[in-house]
Every structure is written in structure tokens, then in C-alpha cells.
Nanobody, 114 residues
Framework: QVQLVESGGGLVQAGGSLRLSCAAS??????MAWYRQGPGKQRELLAL???????NYGDSVKGRFTISRDNAKNTMYLQMNSLKPEDTAVYYC??????????WGQGTQVTVSS
């Protein structure tokens, strides 16, 4: 059974940092990514990473967020720096496996206070 479990969300002041983790299990994963969905907004792609470590970022987080993964641990991370109130959202882990099936985590809340 495939599972994606996010952790690391919470409440932080503007300008602060958080690191999210996504522990994946049950398959071999290729592309992994972080998305978020703020109140009243559509789900937004923040960053993605290939098994080889190539990355791509959305404009809203470029230069502030860093995606990484530890293939041995099947875990993906999102280091978030210089957080802003507009970063407040539920953050989701996404993964595609070697059968091209797609999976989502349950989400973790990030709240940035001004």
C-alpha cells in the first residue's frame, strides 16, 4: 500500500523558516513534488524533483524554498525560508511511481503570522 506522510508544518512568524518532510513508502517513486493550497485558492505547484536530483520551482517560491530528496530513505524535503503570510496554506506531497500512478499525501498546515 502506497503512503505519503507529510510532517513539519506549524505556525511560524513572518521571516522564519520551516522544513517539511514527506515519507513515502509502498512503491518506487520517480517525480516527487510539493504543492500547496491556500484559502480560496487553487492547488499550486511549488517545486518538483527527479530521482537524479534535478529540480524546478514555481516563481512564487524561487530563491526562498529548496526541495531535496533522500532516495535511500524514500523521503522528500522542502526547506522554506523567508516565509511570508501569503505562504499560509495546506502543503501537499505528491509522487508518481514507476507505473505512472500518482499519489497525494494528506497535507500539513503551514501558517505564517505577520
Amino acid at each position: 500500500q502506497v503512503q505519503l506522510v507529510e510532517s513539519g508544518g506549524g505556525l511560524v512568524q513572518a521571516g522564519g523558516s520551516l522544513r517539511l518532510s514527506c515519507a513515502a513508502s509502498g512503491s518506487i517513486f520517480s517525480i516527487m513534488a510539493w504543492y500547496r493550497q491556500g484559502p480560496g485558492k487553487q492547488r499550486e505547484l511549488l517545486a518538483l524533483i527527479t530521482p537524479g536530483g534535478s529540480t524546478n520551482y514555481g516563481d512564487s517560491v524561487k530563491g526562498r524554498f529548496t526541495i531535496s530528496r533522500d532516495n535511500a530513505k524514500n523521503t522528500m524535503y522542502l526547506q522554506m525560508n523567508s516565509l511570508k503570510p501569503e505562504d499560509t496554506a495546506v502543503y501537499y506531497c505528491y509522487a508518481r511511481d514507476n507505473r505512472d500512478l500518482r499519489y497525494w499525501g494528506q497535507g500539513t498546515q503551514v501558517t505564517v503570522s505577520s
